[in-house]
């Protein structure tokens, strides 16, 4: 680096400026490239025009992806630390995702942009990068817990073990005792608030041949909610292999798997035994209370299945719901 400054007449200082591209080319110091190194004048003005723009529509590119980012959020929530500077927010973020630069970001999150567009109505304010983020968090949070390897048939046997979690009232109580049952086979429950700009309720994916995520917001904070989201994302890992992504936002396009997925969490949690006692109660709390009672599960998944099939009303029942509440 010092003879190629002393070709062109600069210091060290201002030669190490130069070839991190924080010096301008000027006429002057274009002409000493021409002597030193050969090319016209107007060949290295030209180069150093064509570096300015890209620098600026990378910038650009920067400003762009990180408005679409939740950042007051991941910065709440304990995601992402704040930034010492404005100008080391983009690098912060890039770090919170473990890429390099935006573009590689765009790459490796090709899949889950692809899941968010085919399963989001194009009325839903949600907003991809968010999801992303929401995502990433769950990966970070997944790869802390120790699972055993992938076992679908032991997956499948716990499910009978869990569903009686669905009665117990804290959840102090009940996601350590779910998160550690579905971890004997392989799969890591990770339970991650929803930033703004996420309408994910729920996604599942395979982190490695041995290892599933499967991801949950309790974004409406309520039992049935939340367990029937739970069974909904399980019915995915056992119904549709290990390549895809599945992604559950509310007013989503419904298509085959999401209906299998649906299926399933409804068998689940009420068996065909008694489905069609299901179907003939009313809005009569106490028959829903007993009749949760014998299925084993909370009244409020009953409340939210005699919701979903038009037998109460949307606003009647919902006091049978357990609500829940983030700590901040």
Not at 89 to 110: D, M, N, T
Request: glycine share 8%; with cysteine.
């Amino acid at each position: 680096m010092s003879e190629f400054g002393r070709l062109i007449g600069r210091t060290p200082e201002r030669t190490k400026e130069l070839l991190q591209g924080r010096a301008a080319i000027t006429i002057a110091l274009a002409r000493q490239l021409e002597r030193a190194l050969g090319g016209s004048v107007e060949f290295w003005m030209s180069r150093d025009f064509q570096f300015r723009s890209d620098v600026a529509k990378l910038r650009k590119a920067e400003i762009n992806w990180i408005s679409e980012l939740p950042v007051g959020d991941m910065i709440r929530f304990g995601w992402l630390k704040p930034a010492p500077h404005p100008s080391e927010e983009v690098a912060a973020c890039l770090g919170f995702f473990g890429v390099p630069s935006v573009r590689a970001w765009y790459k490796a999150y090709a899949e889950l942009q692809k899941a968010i567009a085919f399963r989001t109505s194009p009325s839903l304010d949600s907003r991809p990068a968010a999801v992303a983020a929401w995502f990433r968090q769950g990966e970070i949070e997944a790869t802390a817990i120790k699972c055993g390897p992938w076992d679908a048939r032991r997956f499948q046997e716990s499910l009978s073990e869990i569903r009686p979690l669905t009665r117990k009232k804290n959840p102090n109580q009940f996601v350590p005792a779910l998160q550690n049952c579905c971890a004997q086979s392989g799969v890591a429950v990770a339970i991650v608030r929803a930033p703004s700009g996420c309408r994910a309720s729920g996604a599942t994916r395979f982190l490695s041949e041995e290892k599933a995520l499967l991801l949950l917001s309790f974004r409406f904070l309520t039992d049935d909610h939340f367990w029937f989201t739970f069974f909904h994302e399980a019915g995915h890992l056992l119904l549709h292999g290990k390549r895809a992504i599945f992604l559950e936002v509310s007013d989503q396009r419904s298509d085959v798997k999401e209906r299998e997925a649906n299926d399933f969490a409804a068998r689940i949690l009420v068996p065909r035994e008694f489905q069609g006692t299901l179907l003939k109660l009313g809005p009569n709390g106490r028959e829903v209370i007993r009749f949760a009672r014998r299925v084993g599960v909370s009244p409020g998944i009953i409340v939210g299945q005699l919701q979903h099939f038009g037998r109460v009303r949307h606003n009647q029942l919902n006091g049978l719901k357990r609500r829940f509440t983030w700590e901040e």
